[in-house]
């Protein structure tokens, strides 16, 4: 059985077992794709079958793509790294930092400097997500920003509410997973006065012939969208309305203006892939460049100290593997034998960054490879706990292991 025959029986039995709705899965190699598949259903109920050009919710693959738009407008000297963000943001001055994330939102101390554009493109600035953390800070997070995706808050409300949150570190002290890129994409839009969506399609999207990716999905296309499934309380799999923990809501009002830069997009496998293979600037590929190669190598080099690597933690577990560390927007292999799958396991250089809804890349520009596998693996947090959709994060791992055969 051929790699490509393996990676589509390994969906198949997901689907059949109930742990997937389906997933799609794509290979980029030697100049072209070498394994696609799209299984299982886009509406399950009705039998309606998954396709190559599916549209998902890609959730946290959205950051990569905010972070390359930022890249490219650092090149056009909008922006340096070092330049404080009070100089588009002054509702970022003056801000506290708490002695302890599950503490009281006064129990804070002076941040000893302003955060940086580098510090949002490494989430070294004190920034989270509050559903991360027990106590009051959860609560503020949701009153102050509205959902974590699809939020009823302005643009300029919405910054200025996350301004009004104690951070939970200094600026630049540690990696802390969180809005931070949400920022980054609002204070891009600010600086150039349109909206998110807008500079995207300029950037990114038009130029990579990407016209299935957005923050919404256009009436015609909307046949197209995957359906969201997630679990009920006995890990079943069910259909879902709304993303986790209210995150989007059912159809995104034409009126709705902020857009998530951390995680809002819908894209395709086609799409993606124009995308991730700006990540192989390599000799004998048909390169797709949108920024020099010097701005790419700052962009894919480790930057967080050894320190900052071992104390990263994600809802209690450690963020990063040993061999994997992270650049500017995206997690970077540094040692390929201690690398793990989920940040991206290839040579050294290698990139990627998963979502939380299941969706899975990356570029390996030592073999000039491309993997991606999307899905809508929607898991509530308490679900997670009782270990509903863990076959769906698995099936990553899967697809990684018999993706060089294909």
């Known amino acids: 059985m051929t790699g490509q025959e393996q990676i589509a029986a390994m969906l198949d039995r997901l689907v059949a077992a109930g742990e997937i709705a389906g997933a799609a899965t794509l290979v980029w190699r030697d100049g072209r794709v070498v394994q696609h598949a799209a299984v299982g259903w886009s509406d399950r109920e009705n039998q309606v079958p998954l396709r190559r050009d599916s549209l998902f919710r890609i959730a946290s693959l959205t950051k990569p793509v905010t972070a390359m738009a930022a890249m490219v407008l650092m090149e056009r000297g909008r922006f340096r790294l070092e330049d404080p963000i009070i100089d588009i943001a002054p509702e970022f001055a ?114 990579l012939g990407m016209a299935d990716t957005g923050f919404t999905v256009s009436g015609l296309k909307r046949d197209r969208r995957a359906g969201l499934y997630g679990f009920d309380p006995d890990g079943a799999l069910k259909r879902l309305a709304v993303a986790p923990g209210g995150a989007t809501v059912e159809d995104r009002p034409a009126d709705m203006t902020y857009e998530s830069g951390g995680a809002g997009l819908w894209s395709t496998l086609d799409d993606y892939l124009a995308f991730a293979r700006v990540f192989l600037d390599r000799p004998g590929l048909d390169t797709l460049r949108l920024v020099r190669p010097e701005t790419l190598a700052l962009m894919t080099t480790n930057r967080l100290t050894a320190d900052q690597r071992a104390r990263a933690t994600t ?59 999307l899905q809508h693996n929607m898991v509530e947090l308490e679900g997670l706990m009782k270990g509903h959709g863990l076959a769906g994060y698995g099936a990553i791992q899967q697809f990684h292991s018999l993706a060089p055969a294909a």
Do not use: C
Not at 162 to 168: G, Q
Not at 326 to 331: E, H, N, S
Not at 333 to 342: E, G, I, K, L, Q
């Open 94 to 207: 003056g801000m506290r930092v708490l002695t302890s994330p599950a503490g009281a939102l006064d129990d804070t101390v002076p941040a000893v400097r302003a955060i940086t554009f580098e510090d949002l493109l490494t989430h070294r600035a004190g920034l989270t997500y509050g559903a991360f953390h027990p106590g009051p800070l959860a609560a503020a997070h949701a009153a102050a920003l509205g959902g974590d995706i699809d939020s009823v808050m302005s643009p300029d409300a919405w910054i200025a509410g996350l301004a009004s949150l104690p951070l939970v570190d200094q600026p630049g002290a540690g990696f802390h997973y969180g809005h931070s890129t949400d920022l980054l994409g609002q204070l891009l839009a600010r600086m150039e006065g349109v909206s998110l969506g807008t500079l995207l399609h300029r950037l990114i999207f038009q130029p």
């Open 315 to 373: 809802m209690g577990m450690p963020t990063f593997a040993p061999g994997n560390g992270f650049g500017l927007g995206v997690a970077v292999v540094t040692d390929p034998d201690s690398a793990a799958v989920m940040h991206g396991k290839g040579g050294v250089g290698t990139v990627g960054w998963p979502g939380a809804y299941g969706g899975w890349w990356q570029a390996d520009p030592t073999d000039g490879s491309v993997m991606i596998l």
